[in-house]
């Protein structure tokens, strides 16, 4: 009985912050992460692309695990001022694009390689609807894969994502196919179990849409934890930019900061 309750003690003190921590990653780049079984989570996210013009929108995430393996998760916008730029997630699961979105994560292959580390891999699949901005457009359809290690210092995910639209009224957007890299470095004194949790992430995005756009971003991101709360902000700028000036004016920066509530 004694043991029992050590054991107990222990996953009562361990688990809000690991568990909890691994069901949110990145701020642009794709990554492993799912819920609890049972558990939901809120994502609320800002985000702005900003150059020669600019845009600003908000979107709300609500997920849920239905294993600890499969979670699924519906978003909407809220488009502040549209941006002109060329066709982009800028983050795969939180995006900022007008489209309305359900989405499922798979993890469909995970191996523990040490104490709190693992190897494991997702497929991503969803569907895309067009947002009040864009009420002629076709809906649209995405799937993706993301394949990485994470343990309680070293985070490393590699992952790309593609999605295309229907016809419709005789057009058809663009598809737009993402793929980005993350590397994540928990610190020893970060790594407490009161208080803030915190984590610095390095992330290089790239998109390339149709024949219009192929564009190359890198930046650095912050992730931190606290019981059932999470925040996580980050910046990017252009390494590359292939884009159809006649079509699109130039990027210079990405902006974004998260606020997540786990239950």
Request: charged content about 15%.
């Amino acid at each position: 009985m004694r043991i029992h309750f050590i054991c107990l003690t222990l996953v009562a003190i361990v688990t809000p912050q690991d568990i909890l921590a691994s069901g949110h990653g990145p701020v642009f780049g794709l990554a492993t992460p799912t819920n609890p079984r049972g558990g939901f989570s809120l994502d609320t996210s800002l985000m702005g692309r900003y150059g020669d013009g600019g845009g600003t929108m908000f979107r709300a995430t609500l997920g849920y695990g239905i294993t600890e393996n499969l979670k699924v998760s519906i978003s909407a916008p809220i488009v502040f001022h549209a941006e002109p730029f060329a066709p982009s997630r800028v983050a795969p699961l939180t995006p900022m694009g007008g489209d309305f979105e359900g989405l499922a994560i798979w993890r469909f292959h995970r191996q523990d390689t040490g104490v709190g580390s693992r190897f494991e891999t997702a497929a991503i699949g969803g569907v895309l609807l067009p947002g009040p901005q864009d009420l002629h457009g076709g809906a649209g359809a995405l799937a993706g894969i993301v394949t990485g290690v994470a343990s309680r210092s070293h985070y490393a995910w590699a992952g790309a994502s593609y999605q295309r639209y229907a016809e419709s009224q005789g057009g058809r957007r663009p598809g737009l196919f993402f793929y980005s890299a993350v590397y994540g470095y928990r610190p020893p004194s970060w790594r407490t179990d009161k208080g803030w949790d915190w984590r610095l992430f390095g992330e290089f995005t790239g998109e390339k849409a149709g024949s219009a756009s192929h564009q190359m971003f890198v930046g650095p991101t912050t992730l931190g934890v606290f019981k059932n709360y999470a925040v996580s902000a980050g910046v990017q700028f252009p390494v590359y930019q292939d884009v159809r000036m006649s079509t699109y004016p130039r990027e210079r920066v990405r902006v974004a900061i998260n606020f997540s509530y786990f239950f």
